[in-house]
DNA sequence: CCTAGTACCTTGCATTACAAGGTAGGTTGT
DNA sequence: ACAACCTACCTTGTAATGCAAGGTACTAGG
């Protein structure tokens, strides 16, 4: 395989990786109260490499559209932490996204089999 | 859920389908030679909405990676259409999504069990 | 008080999905 | 013959957004 067609691979699985970024960053902090630099840390451990400029923004925007919300806490090793946790309508919103996940994983098996055939 | 956050979920939503959407066509040109009228067909069954001005130049992008070549051929009713189908790299490239797309499936999955505890 | 570490955030760029509009070949009705 | 319609190709302009890079600010240790 050539550059050009690795490259388009790559290309491929970043989106990818964009198109659930949204969803698995709901997921992490659904799971309990949790600030930026640790949802980055427990990302990677799920192969999800994602980085300081991509998460800001996307927890302002989630934050924004009502399904996040943060608390300030101190912390004992620098600088002041936002902790985050998921709104009632952001615990709605992950259990739709998960629906819609199920949905499209149906979609694409559904169509891998086919190959099988 | 009032605008704002409906918004937000189908804005996530819509990102989720992006991210698999040259996956999801790939898969669907492994299946044999097809023209991108049929393929907008195909996708509408698995609900994956895509229109004309996403697939054509996805289509280019594909063909110039070299995962892609078509040959012309007349049509019955109307113009010619341009048959695409997978080059024997395009066909290796499926089988690393397939593996890529499997393991972002785990990795989700295990966030949801997560929460499920 | 300077360096290192941590944590927050912003700016500018490149990619890309989509809406809208454009070109052209074929068929049908009058 | 020609208008109206359908099919099929493609392009242009806009908006969204992930990321690299750079910036601000707080704390701790020497």
Redesign the interface.
């Known amino acids: 395989?050539?550059e050009?067609?690795i490259?388009?691979?790559e290309n491929?699985?970043a989106?990818?990786?964009?198109?659930?970024?949204?969803?698995?960053i709901l997921?992490?902090i659904?799971?309990g109260k949790i600030y930026a630099s640790d949802i980055l840390k427990k990302l990677e451990k799920?192969?999800?490499i994602v980085v300081e400029g991509t998460l800001y923004p996307l927890l302002s925007?989630?934050k924004?559209?009502?399904?996040l919300e943060y608390t300030w806490a101190e912390s004992k090793s620098g600088p002041p932490r936002k902790y985050y946790k998921l709104t009632k309508?952001g615990k709605?919103?992950v259990k739709?996204?998960?629906i819609?996940?199920n949905?499209?994983?149906k979609?694409?098996n559904?169509?891998?089999n086919?190959?099988d055939q």
Chains 1, 2 share one sequence.
Do not use: H, P
């Open positions: 395989m050539d050009k067609q490259m388009e691979l491929t699985r989106q990818m990786r964009k198109g659930i970024l949204e969803f698995c997921l992490v659904s799971k799920t192969d999800l925007r989630l924004n559209a009502g399904l309508k709605e919103a739709q996204l998960a819609t996940w949905k499209f994983n979609s694409i559904s169509l891998i086919k190959i």
